[in-house]
């Protein structure tokens, strides 16, 4: 870690050197081996590594950001960035960069991780593990993954991190039309059973089997983990300051204002154990657990320090990447592990107790018509299994729940005690740690 | 400047180890820079070069890709190890093979007339400062007016052990806008996108000064005088915005043949459309929708795809046919085809996987005024705000960003969150007529594991639809 941490170092000391007034260094060495498989083989076995070191630099308001991915001429590419920074216009929200004397949690490392030699084998046994249940075709991916960082600052950052973890996801269908969707995260080698998790895929697509078109109308949903993980990155995006603040977010003018169910307490946590644990964000302040929502009432923005001087309070830590990443805005808070806080019912209980509704396992394509107000629709995929009177009765397809996105936290009723952790592909993401969740009265629709 | 001796040691290296279907080499660099501004205020400014290199070996027992952003000898040749170790490791049961492609060498570039990197952040900011201030002199309310504005130079080498060697450069520039507009209490959104390959003479030609005024303009109208569409069947006409991403997602994608072979079967999905559904109807005689890399000037733009395919139009929908779908070397393979050329990747990091390029409708001999003016009783859907459709891409979903009802032949008032809710064949039966010009928008469409942004364009004339639902 060392070597990260002289890399942070002397990159900072070339910036401040060259002339920047604030400068954060954060460098960044990850590993990741894929194993990509589908009709029940492997298709392919990818692997990479980068290394690289991403600079921010201010010389008064004027900023610059960069990615400096050959290392062997960092220092140069640093004197270059405050050069550039000179001459670049100046950022007039800009509010400096978090200062402190840090302290950072060490993260947890299974280092079997790091160790993994044939990680196909985890393939072959969810493969196994779903056909044993009676699939016909299965598909998903394997990673394993391993992420050192470092970070230094000018004001006062200075820490290093090491994370490793596996993730697991299993797709399975029994019949063309009749699937069912598993995953399995975790930094503990020890828990991921690809076996089981692949059984309870092709569990789920025989469920699945033989479904009818599904009826519009007013209908109690049951949501596995997977399903809430795929409008959670909607959610929590919204509660992000900057997407608050160019008013694309349903969370506008909600602090202290009824936002979801007393059931819904929503806690941003990257302290806990988990595949997005870490130990400091992009600004380099050490990460902390974040109440958002708590009974339904929304107690914060996610913020970095720029944010939060316009919104005259603290950083809550979630300060986002310094270069910008596919499909986001660069430069804003994000959340980086969503928990919601799990209710006291089983998920037996929770269907015996829905007398006419739907129990879905996944969802994909969440879109909004206008994030102000959270009209959006979802489409729920893999098994959509019908409830009467408290019973599994079928299954259905081809239907879209089309309501609105804070209806939908406000209709929940119910949440399970058991909790997963969750994440699959960048649609359930960020990995969060969710309970089932029955919301009463969803608007189904489908095609005419 | 790319050293090209690192590729030929890298080749040789994978060829030593033998067995070998293929062994692949790319070396890639690029620079990219970016500028947000926030109600016309800088938000971000970054600007990164990088450099890197992957390995691909094809064995029959599997493919393994290794990357990383060094370039090297040494650094290739151990590249060449692993992606052999993880190709060898792979055990499939059926053999992989690849269809039999001509070598070739040769270069290609995308000129430009003012070079990107001769743009200064400053020239940049009053360029975007300029659209801003033309949004803002409408009088309209809108928070957020927050726009991006980003270019992308990309040069590389690629080599492959069957001789083919091909050096490429192609620049890029994009822009994306949000806009929330708000009137009388109520929002509506517009996020939108431009894109072209080439240099920066492209972004004067999106006359965006005048665009996003129109834009905000009209959804300050959309809020004031806008009225719901009663549900109901109507004859609908959908304008090139419309056209352009229904072409996209229930054509262009179940139209890759990977997601058909199954290969996307666990992210993106797969499709409803299979192998022996070539030449069966989904649609009526009018539509023939097509994917072209080779538009000039285009933000999907490629001249040789990253398997070394020469790129062509690709007709994927003929005439309301299944016509062809879009493959790379190892699904055309499958199929006893040969590739044409949709092996594209984000960046030399990602695996090559199977890609649309620009999709869009062919032109028909209709004037847009014709099609208006033929419906009695209809809505006319010109643009989107939320749309999606399912992961076998049969059930669609396009709610109306700018919409009208359509009286008698004439436009007659704004029809507000107009949704169109309807199956794949159930949109392309409906088309009985097609308008003559065609128009492009640029987008990132989003696949594979992990995601890979890719520029596309989506596109296409004005069409009539006969008789659909909309609520």
Same mark, same amino acid.
């Given at each position: ?75 140069? #590419? ?7 920074? =000179? ?57 394993? &993954?391993?992420? &050192? ?55 789920? #697509? ?11 109308? =007013? ?34 003018? =909600? ?50 320090? #720029? ?47 829905? =007398? ?15 994030? &102000? ?26 239907? &879209? ?48 | ?93 059926? @053999?992989?093979?690849? *269809?039999?492609?001509? @070598? ?39 928070? %957020? ?51 072209? +390959?080439? %240099?920066?003479?492209? $972004? ?47 054509? %262009? ?20 459309? *299979? ?26 733009? /490629?001249? /040789? ?51 649309? $390029? ?5 032109? %028909? ?8 003016? *033929?419906?009695? *009783?209809?809505?006319?859907?010109? +643009? ?29 008032? @704004? ?9 794949? @064949? ?46």
């Amino acid at each position: 870690m060392n070597d990260l941490k002289e890399i942070a170092k002397d990159v900072l000391e070339v910036s401040l050197a060259a002339g920047a007034d604030d400068s954060l260094a954060e460098a960044i060495e990850s590993t990741v081996h894929q194993v990509r498989y589908s009709n029940s083989q492997i298709d392919a076995v990818n692997s990479w590594t980068e290394k690289h070191v991403a600079l921010f630099v201010a010389i008064g308001k004027h900023t610059m950001a960069s990615d400096l991915r050959d290392i062997a001429n960092a220092k140069e #590419s640093a004197r270059n960035l405050v050069a550039l920074a =000179k001459s670049s216009p100046p950022k007039e929200t800009y509010a400096g960069i978090a200062s402190g004397r840090f302290k950072y949690k060490k993260s947890k490392l299974d280092s079997r991780i790091l160790k993994l030699d044939e990680p196909s084998k985890f393939a072959h046994e969810a493969i196994a593990g779903a056909e044993s249940e009676g699939a016909v075709n299965v598909g998903g991916t394997f990673f394993a &993954r391993h992420r &050192r960082s470092a970070i230094a600052s000018s004001g006062g950052a200075n820490g290093a991190d090491e994370t490793a973890w596996v993730e697991l996801s299993v797709r399975a269908f029994s019949q063309p039309e009749a699937s069912g969707h598993a995953v399995s995260c975790t930094p503990k080698l020890s828990d991921m059973d690809a076996r089981r998790t692949g059984a309870r895929a092709g569990e789920l #697509s025989k469920m699945a089997m033989n479904a009818v078109t599904g009826e519009e109308g =007013k209908h109690d949903i049951v949501m596995q983990p997977l399903f809430i993980g795929g409008i959670m990155e909607s959610t929590s995006s919204m509660m992000s300051a900057f997407v608050v603040d160019i008013g694309a977010s349903m969370y506008v003018k =909600k602090l202290g204002k009824k936002v979801a169910s007393n059931e819904i307490t929503f806690i941003d946590d990257p302290t806990i154990s988990s595949i997005s644990a870490r130990a400091f964000d992009h600004e380099g302040v050490p990460t902390r657990r974040n109440v958002v929502i708590k009974g339904g009432v929304l107690k914060t923005y996610l913020h970095n320090t #720029s944010t939060a001087a316009r919104y005259k309070t603290k950083t809550t830590a979630n300060a986002g990447p310094l270069i910008p990443t596919p499909f986001a805005f660069p430069g804003e808070p994000t959340a980086f592990h969503p928990v919601v806080v799990p209710g006291d019912w089983s998920e037996r209980e929770l269907i015996e107790d829905t =007398k006419h509704g739907l129990y879905l396992n996944h969802t994909w394509y969440t879109r909004f018509q206008n994030y &102000r107000t959270g009209e959006f629709s979802t489409i729920p995929r893999d098994a959509i299994l019908k409830i009467e009177d408290g019973e599994i009765v079928g299954a259905v397809k081809n239907i &879209r729940v089309s309501d609105n996105m804070m209806n939908l936290w406000k209709s929940v009723d119910a949440l399970s005690k058991n909790t997963q952790e969750i994440f699959w592909w960048d649609e359930a993401a960020p990995p969060s740690t969710l309970p089932t969740a029955r919301a009463r009265s969803m608007r189904i629709t489908r095609s005419a | 400047m790319i050293d090209q001796d690192v590729a030929d040691a890298v080749l040789r290296a994978a060829e030593g180890r033998g067995s070998l279907v293929l062994a692949e080499v790319r070396l890639e660099e690029s620079n990219k820079r970016q500028l947000s501004v926030k109600a016309g205020e800088v938000s971000s400014v970054t600007s990164a070069t990088d450099a890197g290199m992957n390995v691909r070996i094809v064995l029959s027992t599997g493919i393994g890709f290794a990357s990383t952003n060094i370039i090297s000898k040494e650094v290739g040749k151990r590249l060449v190890a692993q992606a052999y170790g993880l190709a060898k490791n792979a055990k499939r049961k059926t @053999p992989v093979s690849l *269809s039999s492609e001509s @070598p070739v060498r040769t270069s290609w570039e995308v000129r430009q007339r003012q070079p990107l990197a001769s743009v200064s952040t400053d020239e940049k900011l009053k360029f975007i400062r300029d659209i801003d201030k033309s949004v803002m002199r409408t009088k309209v309310k809108v928070q %957020g007016r927050f726009y991006s504005l980003s270019d992308h130079e990309v040069s590389s080498h690629f080599a492959n052990s069957e001789g083919t060697h091909l050096n490429s450069y192609l620049p890029r520039v994009r822009m994306s806008a949000v806009n929330m507009v708000t009137a009388k209490g109520e929002t509506e959104q517009s996020i939108r996108e431009w894109g072209a +390959s080439g %240099g920066w003479e492209k $972004a004067g030609e999106w006359d965006l000064e005048s665009v996003l005024p129109s834009e905000v303009l009209m959804l300050k109208k959309q809020i004031e005088k806008g009225k719901k569409v009663a549900t109901g069947t109507y004859d609908l006409v959908c304008g090139s915005k419309v056209v352009g991403i229904a072409s996209h997602e229930s054509c %262009g994608h179940p139209m890759e043949a990977d997601r058909i072979q199954g290969r996307e079967m666990s992210q993106a999905g797969r499709s409803f459309v *299979s192998p022996e559904m070539i030449g069966q109807e989904i649609g009526s005689k009018y539509v023939t929708v097509i994917d072209d890399p080779t538009v000039p000037g285009s933000y999907g733009y /490629y001249a /040789y795809d990253q398997e070394g395919v020469k790129a062509r139009p690709r007709y994927l929908y003929k005439e309301g046919r299944i016509n062809e779908f879009l493959h790379n070397r190892e699904t055309a393979s499958k199929m006893e085809l040969k590739s044409n050329g949709s092996s594209r990747s984000e960046s030399y990091i990602r695996e090559p996987i199977v890609r649309m $390029a620009n999709t869009f409708v062919a032109p %028909g001999d209709y004037q847009e005024d014709e099609l208006i003016g *033929s419906i009695k *009783s209809g809505v006319l859907m010109n +643009s989107f705000t939320e749309w999606n459709i399912d992961d076998k891409r049969f059930n669609q979903k396009y709610v109306s960003r700018e919409a009208y009802f359509i009286k008698d032949g004439e436009l007659a008032g @704004p029809a507000r969150k107009c949704v169109l809710e309807i199956t794949t @064949p159930g949109f392309w039966k409906a088309v009985d007529a097609v308008s003559k010009k065609v128009e492009f928008e640029a987008a990132e469409c989003g696949k594979g594991d992990p995601m890979q942004g890719i520029p596309v364009c989506t596109g296409g004339p004005m069409m009539r639809l006969r008789g659909v639902v909309l609520k």
